[in-house]
């Protein structure tokens, strides 16, 4: 099982520098999640989507977008990466039952650096 | 908006001791997660408590929620140097649509 799959592991960008942090999951989950980890910190929750063309803030959305064209796809987007976006990503995704959402599992993470 | 907090954020513990990890929200929840993880990975679920009450137990690691309290521990009993890595709280905020927030963290050391 593949489960939450991230790419890239790793970039580094250059100020001003736009990309894509692909995020795919094969478990057929309605909700999926982006978060990001500054070192030594927890988790702030970016954007998240409880299904197909439906997107919402977190807590942290500035300087990112999101869309959700499939139940399997969540892509994250930096448009003008800035150095207060280094930091690490998580891609998550949880399944929908009995009306609320059930465990999230993660993927591995990107580590993202804006130079 | 709900704000979850864990305490300690850092943990020092000698082998064979016991102790319990922290995690207030402030906000109405009756879901709550914990998870683990290790340095430079991912998060690993552990525990997922679905109710007030609700205690689960793996290994030497135990999980409780109070909803009324809006409280969760985690209990470490007889810590042994594997438990070593950081312990998030994560809660399931249920307003129109489910957010997961976590908590600070506890970051977890247990030396010989």
């Known amino acids: 099982n593949a489960g939450v799959t991230q790419t890239p592991k790793f970039r580094i960008l250059k100020i001003g520098q736009s990309m894509t942090l692909q995020c795919t999951q094969d478990m057929n989950h309605n909700y999926m999640y982006w978060y990001r980890q500054d070192p030594g910190m927890g988790l702030k929750l970016i954007y998240y989507s409880v299904g197909a063309g439906i997107t919402d803030k977190g807590e942290v959305p500035n300087g990112y977008n999101v869309s959700r064209s499939t139940t399997e796809d969540f892509p994250l987007r930096l448009e003008l990466a800035a150095p207060s976006q280094t930091s690490v990503y998580f891609c998550?995704?949880?399944?929908?039952?009995?009306?609320?959402?059930?465990?999230?599992?993660f993927g591995q993470g990107t580590r993202l650096t804006v130079v | 908006e709900l704000k979850v907090e864990q305490n300690p954020l850092f943990l020092s513990m000698q082998e064979g001791k016991n102790y319990t990890i922290y995690c207030n929200y402030s906000?109405?929840?009756?879901?709550l997660y914990w998870y683990r993880q290790d340095p430079g990975k991912s998060l690993e679920s552990l525990f997922v408590l679905l109710s007030n009450g609700a205690v689960k137990q793996e290994g030497r690691l135990m999980a409780s929620l109070d909803t009324k309290a809006r409280l969760s521990t985690l209990h470490i009993t007889a810590a042994v140097h594997d438990l070593s890595a950081t312990y998030f709280c994560a809660v399931d905020w249920h307003y129109n649509t489910d957010k997961l927030i976590f908590g600070t963290g506890t970051r977890l050391q247990v030396f010989p």
């Open positions: 998550a995704s949880s399944s929908y039952r009995g009306g609320r959402n059930t465990e999230a599992f």
């Open positions: 906000t109405t929840s009756d879901r």
